[in-house]
């Protein structure tokens, strides 16, 4: 009897484990679904928001996880950021895209260092890390400019784009072209406008080559804006700048007023270079279909392993506040659309070029150049310019300096366009900080 009794105990004692570990399961835990987590998506650009809503929904089919896409509408993404991460459900995945946003956001902004998205990055370039180095967000598309080229009108004057690695060869091409000009029907830049529909071309982004070798030569990039610059690459920025207004379809003189169509030229054939960026490549590319984009030469030593001036400011971040579930999903959802063949193509024909090793190639040709050049170990010249102080202002006194080289260029005249960039920007952080 005394057997049996032990029997039955044991018996009781393990229906009532059963009952317990029955019931554990059918009461989920607190914080929601541990077991696959799900995706929340603020997205920060409105022209991508029907295809990610897509994306979303073929993944959902795809794995069962849910992705819920929310777009802010164009100017309220930190308002609504604001606002959604009051909300018991927060994104999971949002952006921040440059130190302000990093200053503000970091708390809430999981550690991307060593996680499977950031081992499919091709470049840190387009990174962001806050004061203790932490991986805050990483970039998920970006821009680029530089100077495009027509390749058929480089060799229809004799010449091969091998030629062009450097400014010395870049130098020796246009100056010929432009000495052939009458003869070829083509010159070799477009026009140079310092009109306020064209300058900023000079003023905002060639003079970038001036702030880029400034950090390259501190070994550090920027992550504020410095309250003085050294001012040692302005005969750089001379070099290119000259080169590309002495050999022009408009004489210098003539440049202060505008007027002038450089896209238009470059569409129409009559010039080889064209000084903007890879948003011109829609705008072109039917007109000049074998055209690409080429770095700033300017007379840099090593700037053979120069890139293009590459930027963004879409950077991803994960959600340090939402549960390991919901990040470990986020990244997996991450890792598939940079790394699935048909999910990528999607993103990068709407994004223009995404900067992972497996992502589909950019159908943008510019933007493919910005990633051969990365690819070839070549180093990426930063948007350093966006630390510009009191940008407007900055940036006319620049043009008014440059009118006044190109109306009578002389080492003197050259002297107050260096006063503009370099002393100008001392003047305007102050001016900024009070």
Same mark, same amino acid.
């Given at each position: 009897?005394?057997?049996?009794?032990?029997?039955?105990?044991?018996?009781?004692? !393990?229906?009532?484990?059963?009952?317990?570990?029955?019931?554990?399961?059918?009461? =989920?835990?607190?914080?929601?679904?541990?077991?696959?987590?799900?995706?929340? @998506?603020?997205?920060?650009?409105?022209?991508?928001?029907?295809?990610?809503?897509?994306?979303?929904?073929?993944?959902?089919?795809?794995?069962?996880?849910?992705?819920?896409?929310?777009?802010?509408?164009?100017?309220?993404?930190?308002?609504?950021?604001?606002?959604?991460?009051?909300?018991?459900?927060?994104?999971?995945?949002? !952006?921040?895209?440059?130190?302000?946003?990093?200053?503000?956001?970091?708390?809430?902004?999981?550690?991307?260092?060593?996680?499977?998205?950031?081992?499919?990055?091709? %470049?840190?370039?387009? #990174?962001?890390? *806050?004061?203790?180095? +932490?991986?805050?967000?990483?970039?998920?598309?970006?821009?680029?400019?530089?100077?495009?080229?027509?390749?058929?009108?480089?060799?229809?004057?004799g010449h091969t784009m091998d030629e062009i690695k450097?400014?010395?060869?870049?130098?020796?091409?246009?100056?010929?072209?432009?000495?052939?000009?009458?003869?070829?029907?083509?010159?070799?830049?477009?026009?140079?406008?310092?009109?306020?529909?064209?300058?900023?071309?000079?003023?905002?982004?060639?003079?970038?080559?001036?702030?880029?070798?400034?950090?390259?030569?501190?070994? +550090?990039?920027?992550?504020?804006? =410095?309250?003085?610059? %050294?001012?040692?690459?302005?005969?750089?920025?001379?070099?290119?700048?000259?080169?590309?207004? #002495?050999?022009? %379809?408009?004489?210098?003189?003539?440049?202060?007023?505008?007027?002038?169509?450089?896209?238009n030229e470059f569409k129409t054939g009559k010039a080889?270079?064209?000084?903007?960026?890879?948003?011109?490549?829609? &705008?072109?590319?039917?007109?000049?279909?074998?055209?690409?984009?080429?770095?700033?030469?300017?007379?840099?030593?090593?700037?053979?392993?120069?890139?293009?001036?590459?930027? %963004?400011?879409?950077?991803?971040?994960?959600?340090?506040?939402?549960?390991?579930?919901?990040?470990?999903?986020?990244? *997996?959802?991450?890792? @598939?659309?940079?790394?699935?063949?048909?999910?990528?193509?999607?993103?990068?024909?709407?994004?223009?070029?995404?900067?992972?090793?497996?992502?589909?190639?950019?159908?943008?040709?510019?933007?493919?150049?910005?990633? &051969?050049?990365?690819?070839?170990?070549?180093?990426?010249?930063?948007?350093?310019?966006?630390?510009?102080?009191?940008?407007?202002?900055?940036?006319?006194?620049?043009?008014?300096?440059?009118?006044?080289?190109?109306?009578?260029?002389?080492?003197?005249?050259? &002297?107050?366009?260096?006063? &503009?960039?370099?002393?100008?920007?001392?003047?305007?952080?102050?001016?900024?900080?009070?």
């Open positions: 009897m005394k057997m049996r009794k032990i029997v039955a105990l044991t018996l009781v004692l !393990v229906m009532v484990l059963a009952l317990c570990a029955c019931g554990d399961k059918a009461t =989920p835990a607190e914080g929601g679904k541990e077991e696959t987590g799900s995706v929340y @998506w603020l997205n920060f650009k409105p022209e991508s928001d029907e295809v990610l809503h897509e994306i979303a929904k073929t993944y959902t089919e795809k794995t069962g996880v849910e992705v819920q896409v929310v777009t802010a509408a164009s100017g309220t993404y930190s308002t609504t950021l604001n606002a959604e991460m009051e909300k018991t459900k927060m994104p999971t995945l949002f !952006v921040i895209g440059n130190q302000a946003g990093v200053k503000e956001w970091s708390d809430y902004a999981l550690d991307l260092k060593g996680t499977a998205i950031a081992d499919e990055l091709n %470049t840190d370039a387009y #990174n962001l890390y *806050d004061e203790n180095g +932490k991986l805050v967000s990483i970039g998920y598309c970006y821009e680029c400019y530089g100077i495009i080229v027509n390749r058929d009108l480089i060799e229809q004057a450097n400014f010395e060869g870049l130098k020796t091409v246009a100056e010929d072209i432009h000495a052939r000009a009458n003869d070829l029907g083509f010159d070799a830049f477009t026009s140079n406008d310092m009109d306020a529909s064209s300058s900023w071309r000079y003023t905002g982004h060639m003079i970038n080559l001036e702030y880029v070798y400034e950090e390259r030569e501190a070994g +550090k990039v920027w992550t504020e804006c =410095p309250a003085t610059l %050294t001012g040692n690459y302005m005969d750089n920025f001379r070099n290119l700048y000259d080169l590309a207004v #002495n050999n022009s %379809t408009v004489e210098r003189t003539a440049l202060a007023t505008g007027g002038h169509d450089a896209e080889a270079f064209f000084v903007n960026g890879s948003w011109e490549y829609a &705008a072109v590319s039917a007109d000049v279909p074998n055209s690409t984009m080429i770095p700033y030469y300017c007379g840099v030593e090593g700037e053979e392993k120069a890139g293009l001036n590459c930027g %963004t400011e879409n950077c991803w971040a994960v959600n340090a506040k939402a549960s390991e579930a919901d990040q470990k999903a986020t990244i *997996d959802f991450m890792v @598939w659309m940079v790394t699935d063949p048909e999910a990528s193509r999607k993103l990068v024909d709407s994004f223009g070029v995404m900067p992972y090793k497996h992502a589909a190639e950019s159908t943008n040709a510019y933007l493919a150049a910005a990633n &051969a050049y990365s690819d070839d170990g070549c180093y990426v010249m930063d948007w350093a310019t966006n630390y510009q102080p009191n940008v407007d202002d900055y940036r006319a006194a620049a043009v008014s300096a440059l009118n006044a080289y190109n109306a009578a260029p002389s080492d003197e005249t050259w &002297a107050t366009v260096k006063t &503009a960039f370099i002393e100008g920007w001392a003047t305007q952080y102050k001016k900024a900080a009070n």
